[in-house]
Protein backbone atom coordinates (compact mmCIF):
# COMPACT_ATOMS: atom_id res chain seq x y z
CA UNK A 1 0.00 0.00 0.00
CA UNK A 2 2.78 2.46 1.03
CA UNK A 3 4.87 1.58 -2.34
CA UNK A 4 1.35 2.88 -4.67
CA UNK A 5 1.02 5.85 -2.56
CA UNK A 6 4.98 6.86 -3.34
CA UNK A 7 4.28 6.07 -7.05
CA UNK A 8 1.08 8.08 -7.16
CA UNK A 9 2.99 11.10 -5.66
CA UNK A 10 6.12 10.82 -7.56
CA UNK A 11 3.75 10.92 -10.85
CA UNK A 12 1.95 13.81 -9.29
CA UNK A 13 5.27 15.62 -8.46
CA UNK A 14 6.52 15.50 -12.48
CA UNK A 15 4.54 17.77 -14.61
CA UNK A 16 3.44 16.85 -17.55
CA UNK A 17 5.52 18.07 -20.78
CA UNK A 18 3.31 19.53 -23.72
CA UNK A 19 4.84 21.74 -26.63
CA UNK A 20 4.94 24.99 -26.11
CA UNK A 21 2.57 27.36 -28.47
CA UNK A 22 4.76 27.97 -32.11
CA UNK A 23 7.73 25.90 -31.16
CA UNK A 24 9.16 23.67 -34.12
CA UNK A 25 8.43 20.13 -33.66
CA UNK A 26 11.86 18.35 -35.30
CA UNK A 27 10.55 15.83 -38.01
CA UNK A 28 12.27 12.34 -37.12
CA UNK A 29 15.50 11.77 -39.49
CA UNK A 30 13.18 8.80 -40.69
CA UNK A 31 10.85 10.37 -42.08
CA UNK A 32 12.78 12.73 -43.83
CA UNK A 33 15.06 9.98 -45.49
CA UNK A 34 11.60 8.67 -46.60
CA UNK A 35 10.93 11.98 -48.91
CA UNK A 36 13.89 12.33 -49.84
CA UNK A 37 13.88 8.77 -51.23
CA UNK A 38 10.54 9.62 -52.90
CA UNK A 39 11.85 12.64 -54.54
CA UNK A 40 14.56 10.36 -55.86
CA UNK A 41 12.03 8.05 -57.68
CA UNK A 42 10.18 10.65 -58.80
CA UNK A 43 13.15 11.94 -60.74
CA UNK A 44 14.25 9.03 -61.92
CA UNK A 45 10.63 8.27 -63.31
CA UNK A 46 11.53 12.11 -65.33
CA UNK A 47 14.60 11.06 -66.53
CA UNK A 48 13.17 7.24 -67.72
CA UNK A 49 10.53 9.29 -69.32
CA UNK A 50 12.43 11.66 -70.98
CA UNK A 51 15.23 9.09 -72.12
CA UNK A 52 12.20 7.04 -73.60
CA UNK A 53 10.85 9.89 -75.74
CA UNK A 54 14.69 10.76 -77.36
CA UNK A 55 14.75 7.01 -77.97
CA UNK A 56 12.01 7.32 -79.81
CA UNK A 57 12.90 10.65 -81.72
CA UNK A 58 16.09 8.98 -82.56
CA UNK A 59 14.62 5.67 -83.78
CA UNK A 60 12.16 7.42 -86.34
CA UNK A 61 15.37 9.79 -87.22
CA UNK A 62 17.38 6.07 -88.15
CA UNK A 63 14.16 4.92 -90.76
CA UNK A 64 13.97 8.45 -92.13
CA UNK A 65 17.56 7.89 -92.68
CA UNK A 66 17.51 4.36 -93.89
CA UNK A 67 14.72 5.48 -96.18
CA UNK A 68 16.08 8.11 -97.92
CA UNK A 69 19.79 6.61 -98.28
CA UNK A 70 17.57 3.31 -100.09
CA UNK A 71 15.81 5.92 -102.09
CA UNK A 72 19.23 7.29 -103.26
CA UNK A 73 20.50 3.89 -104.05
CA UNK A 74 17.62 2.89 -106.01
CA UNK A 75 17.63 6.52 -108.00
CA UNK A 76 21.80 5.92 -108.51
CA UNK A 77 20.84 2.94 -109.99
CA UNK A 78 18.40 3.67 -111.78
CA UNK A 79 20.54 6.68 -113.25
CA UNK A 80 23.41 4.50 -113.76
CA UNK A 81 21.00 1.91 -115.60
CA UNK A 82 20.03 4.73 -117.80
CA UNK A 83 23.24 6.37 -118.68
CA UNK A 84 24.08 2.54 -120.53
CA UNK A 85 21.26 2.72 -122.37
CA UNK A 86 21.12 5.89 -123.38
CA UNK A 87 24.84 7.12 -123.63
CA UNK A 88 24.97 6.25 -127.38
CA UNK A 89 22.18 8.91 -127.37
CA UNK A 90 23.91 11.76 -129.48
CA UNK A 91 25.96 9.24 -131.70
CA UNK A 92 22.63 7.17 -132.49
CA UNK A 93 20.98 10.22 -134.14
CA UNK A 94 24.21 10.59 -136.54
CA UNK A 95 23.98 7.43 -137.08
CA UNK A 96 20.29 7.34 -138.73
CA UNK A 97 20.92 10.20 -140.73
CA UNK A 98 23.67 8.14 -142.38
CA UNK A 99 20.93 5.68 -142.49
CA UNK A 100 18.28 8.42 -144.32
CA UNK A 101 21.05 9.03 -146.48
CA UNK A 102 21.62 5.40 -147.68
CA UNK A 103 17.49 5.36 -148.23
CA UNK A 104 17.63 7.57 -150.30
CA UNK A 105 20.64 6.76 -152.46
CA UNK A 106 19.03 3.37 -153.00
CA UNK A 107 15.25 5.30 -153.93
CA UNK A 108 17.42 7.50 -156.50
CA UNK A 109 19.31 4.42 -158.15
CA UNK A 110 16.26 3.00 -159.81
CA UNK A 111 17.33 2.73 -163.51
CA UNK A 112 17.95 -0.90 -165.00
CA UNK A 113 21.69 -0.18 -166.05
CA UNK A 114 24.28 -2.69 -164.85
CA UNK A 115 26.10 -0.01 -163.30
CA UNK A 116 22.87 1.25 -161.38
CA UNK A 117 21.91 -2.14 -160.33
CA UNK A 118 25.13 -2.82 -159.00
CA UNK A 119 25.36 0.60 -157.03
CA UNK A 120 21.74 -0.54 -155.79
CA UNK A 121 22.65 -3.84 -154.49
CA UNK A 122 25.81 -2.56 -152.81
CA UNK A 123 24.30 -0.14 -150.85
CA UNK A 124 21.23 -2.13 -150.13
CA UNK A 125 24.12 -4.27 -148.32
CA UNK A 126 25.54 -2.09 -146.95
CA UNK A 127 21.81 -0.49 -145.46
CA UNK A 128 21.27 -4.01 -144.41
CA UNK A 129 24.33 -4.71 -142.19
CA UNK A 130 23.74 -1.01 -141.13
CA UNK A 131 20.22 -2.04 -139.50
CA UNK A 132 21.88 -4.89 -138.29
CA UNK A 133 24.49 -2.92 -135.93
CA UNK A 134 22.15 -0.32 -134.91
CA UNK A 135 19.66 -3.49 -133.30
CA UNK A 136 22.53 -4.77 -131.68
CA UNK A 137 22.72 -1.50 -129.63
CA UNK A 138 19.29 -1.44 -129.15
CA UNK A 139 18.24 1.19 -132.05
CA UNK A 140 14.72 0.19 -133.93
CA UNK A 141 13.52 2.09 -136.61
CA UNK A 142 9.70 3.31 -136.60
CA UNK A 143 7.83 2.68 -139.85
CA UNK A 144 3.89 3.16 -138.83
CA UNK A 145 2.83 2.79 -142.47
CA UNK A 146 -1.51 1.75 -141.42
CA UNK A 147 -1.29 2.16 -137.78
CA UNK A 148 -2.91 4.82 -136.03
CA UNK A 149 -1.59 7.76 -135.45
CA UNK A 150 0.38 8.12 -132.16
CA UNK A 151 0.95 11.53 -131.16
CA UNK A 152 3.80 10.09 -128.73
CA UNK A 153 6.05 8.92 -131.89
CA UNK A 154 4.27 10.38 -134.72
CA UNK A 155 4.89 13.72 -136.23
CA UNK A 156 1.77 14.47 -138.99
CA UNK A 157 3.19 16.21 -141.82
CA UNK A 158 -0.05 16.61 -143.65
CA UNK A 159 -3.74 15.13 -143.56
CA UNK A 160 -4.78 13.88 -146.79
CA UNK A 161 -8.48 13.07 -147.30
CA UNK A 162 -9.32 9.57 -148.51
CA UNK A 163 -11.38 6.79 -148.87
CA UNK A 164 -8.64 4.00 -149.33
CA UNK A 165 -7.34 4.04 -145.61
CA UNK A 166 -9.06 4.36 -142.20
CA UNK A 167 -9.14 7.87 -140.70
CA UNK A 168 -6.81 8.80 -138.37
CA UNK A 169 -4.49 6.20 -139.66
CA UNK A 170 -0.95 6.76 -141.22
CA UNK A 171 -0.93 6.78 -145.05
CA UNK A 172 2.42 7.26 -145.74
CA UNK A 173 6.08 7.50 -143.88
CA UNK A 174 7.72 10.94 -145.35
CA UNK A 175 10.75 9.84 -142.63
CA UNK A 176 11.29 6.79 -140.36
CA UNK A 177 11.71 7.28 -136.80
CA UNK A 178 13.59 5.63 -134.01
CA UNK A 179 13.78 4.49 -130.70
CA UNK A 180 16.60 4.10 -128.43
CA UNK A 181 15.99 1.25 -125.99
CA UNK A 182 12.41 2.23 -126.07
CA UNK A 183 13.31 5.75 -125.46
CA UNK A 184 11.64 8.11 -128.53
CA UNK A 185 15.03 8.86 -130.32
CA UNK A 186 13.04 10.43 -133.39
CA UNK A 187 9.12 10.68 -134.18
CA UNK A 188 8.68 9.39 -137.89
CA UNK A 189 7.76 11.84 -140.00
CA UNK A 190 3.89 10.93 -141.49
CA UNK A 191 0.79 11.48 -143.22
CA UNK A 192 -2.53 10.76 -141.81
CA UNK A 193 -5.54 9.63 -143.42
CA UNK A 194 -8.90 12.02 -143.21
CA UNK A 195 -12.41 10.87 -143.83
CA UNK A 196 -13.32 11.98 -147.45
CA UNK A 197 -15.73 14.55 -147.43
CA UNK A 198 -16.51 15.00 -151.00
CA UNK A 199 -20.20 13.94 -152.41
CA UNK A 200 -19.91 10.92 -154.44
CA UNK A 201 -21.63 12.75 -157.39
CA UNK A 202 -18.78 15.11 -157.61
CA UNK A 203 -16.38 11.64 -157.83
CA UNK A 204 -18.76 10.60 -160.22
CA UNK A 205 -18.30 13.92 -162.21
CA UNK A 206 -14.55 13.68 -162.29
Do not use: C
Not at 21 to 40: F, N
Amino acid sequence: MSDDVELEESIQDKPTERPATGEIIEVPEQETELQKQAESVEQLRRQLADATQKTFENWEKFLRSQAEIENLRRRSEKELQNAHKYALEKFARELVNVVDSLELGIQAAAGNAPEVAKLREGSELTLKQFLSVLEKFGIAPIDPVGEKFNPERHQAMAVQPTSEAEPNTVMRVVQKGYLLNDRLLRPAMVIIAQADQAPKHIDEQA
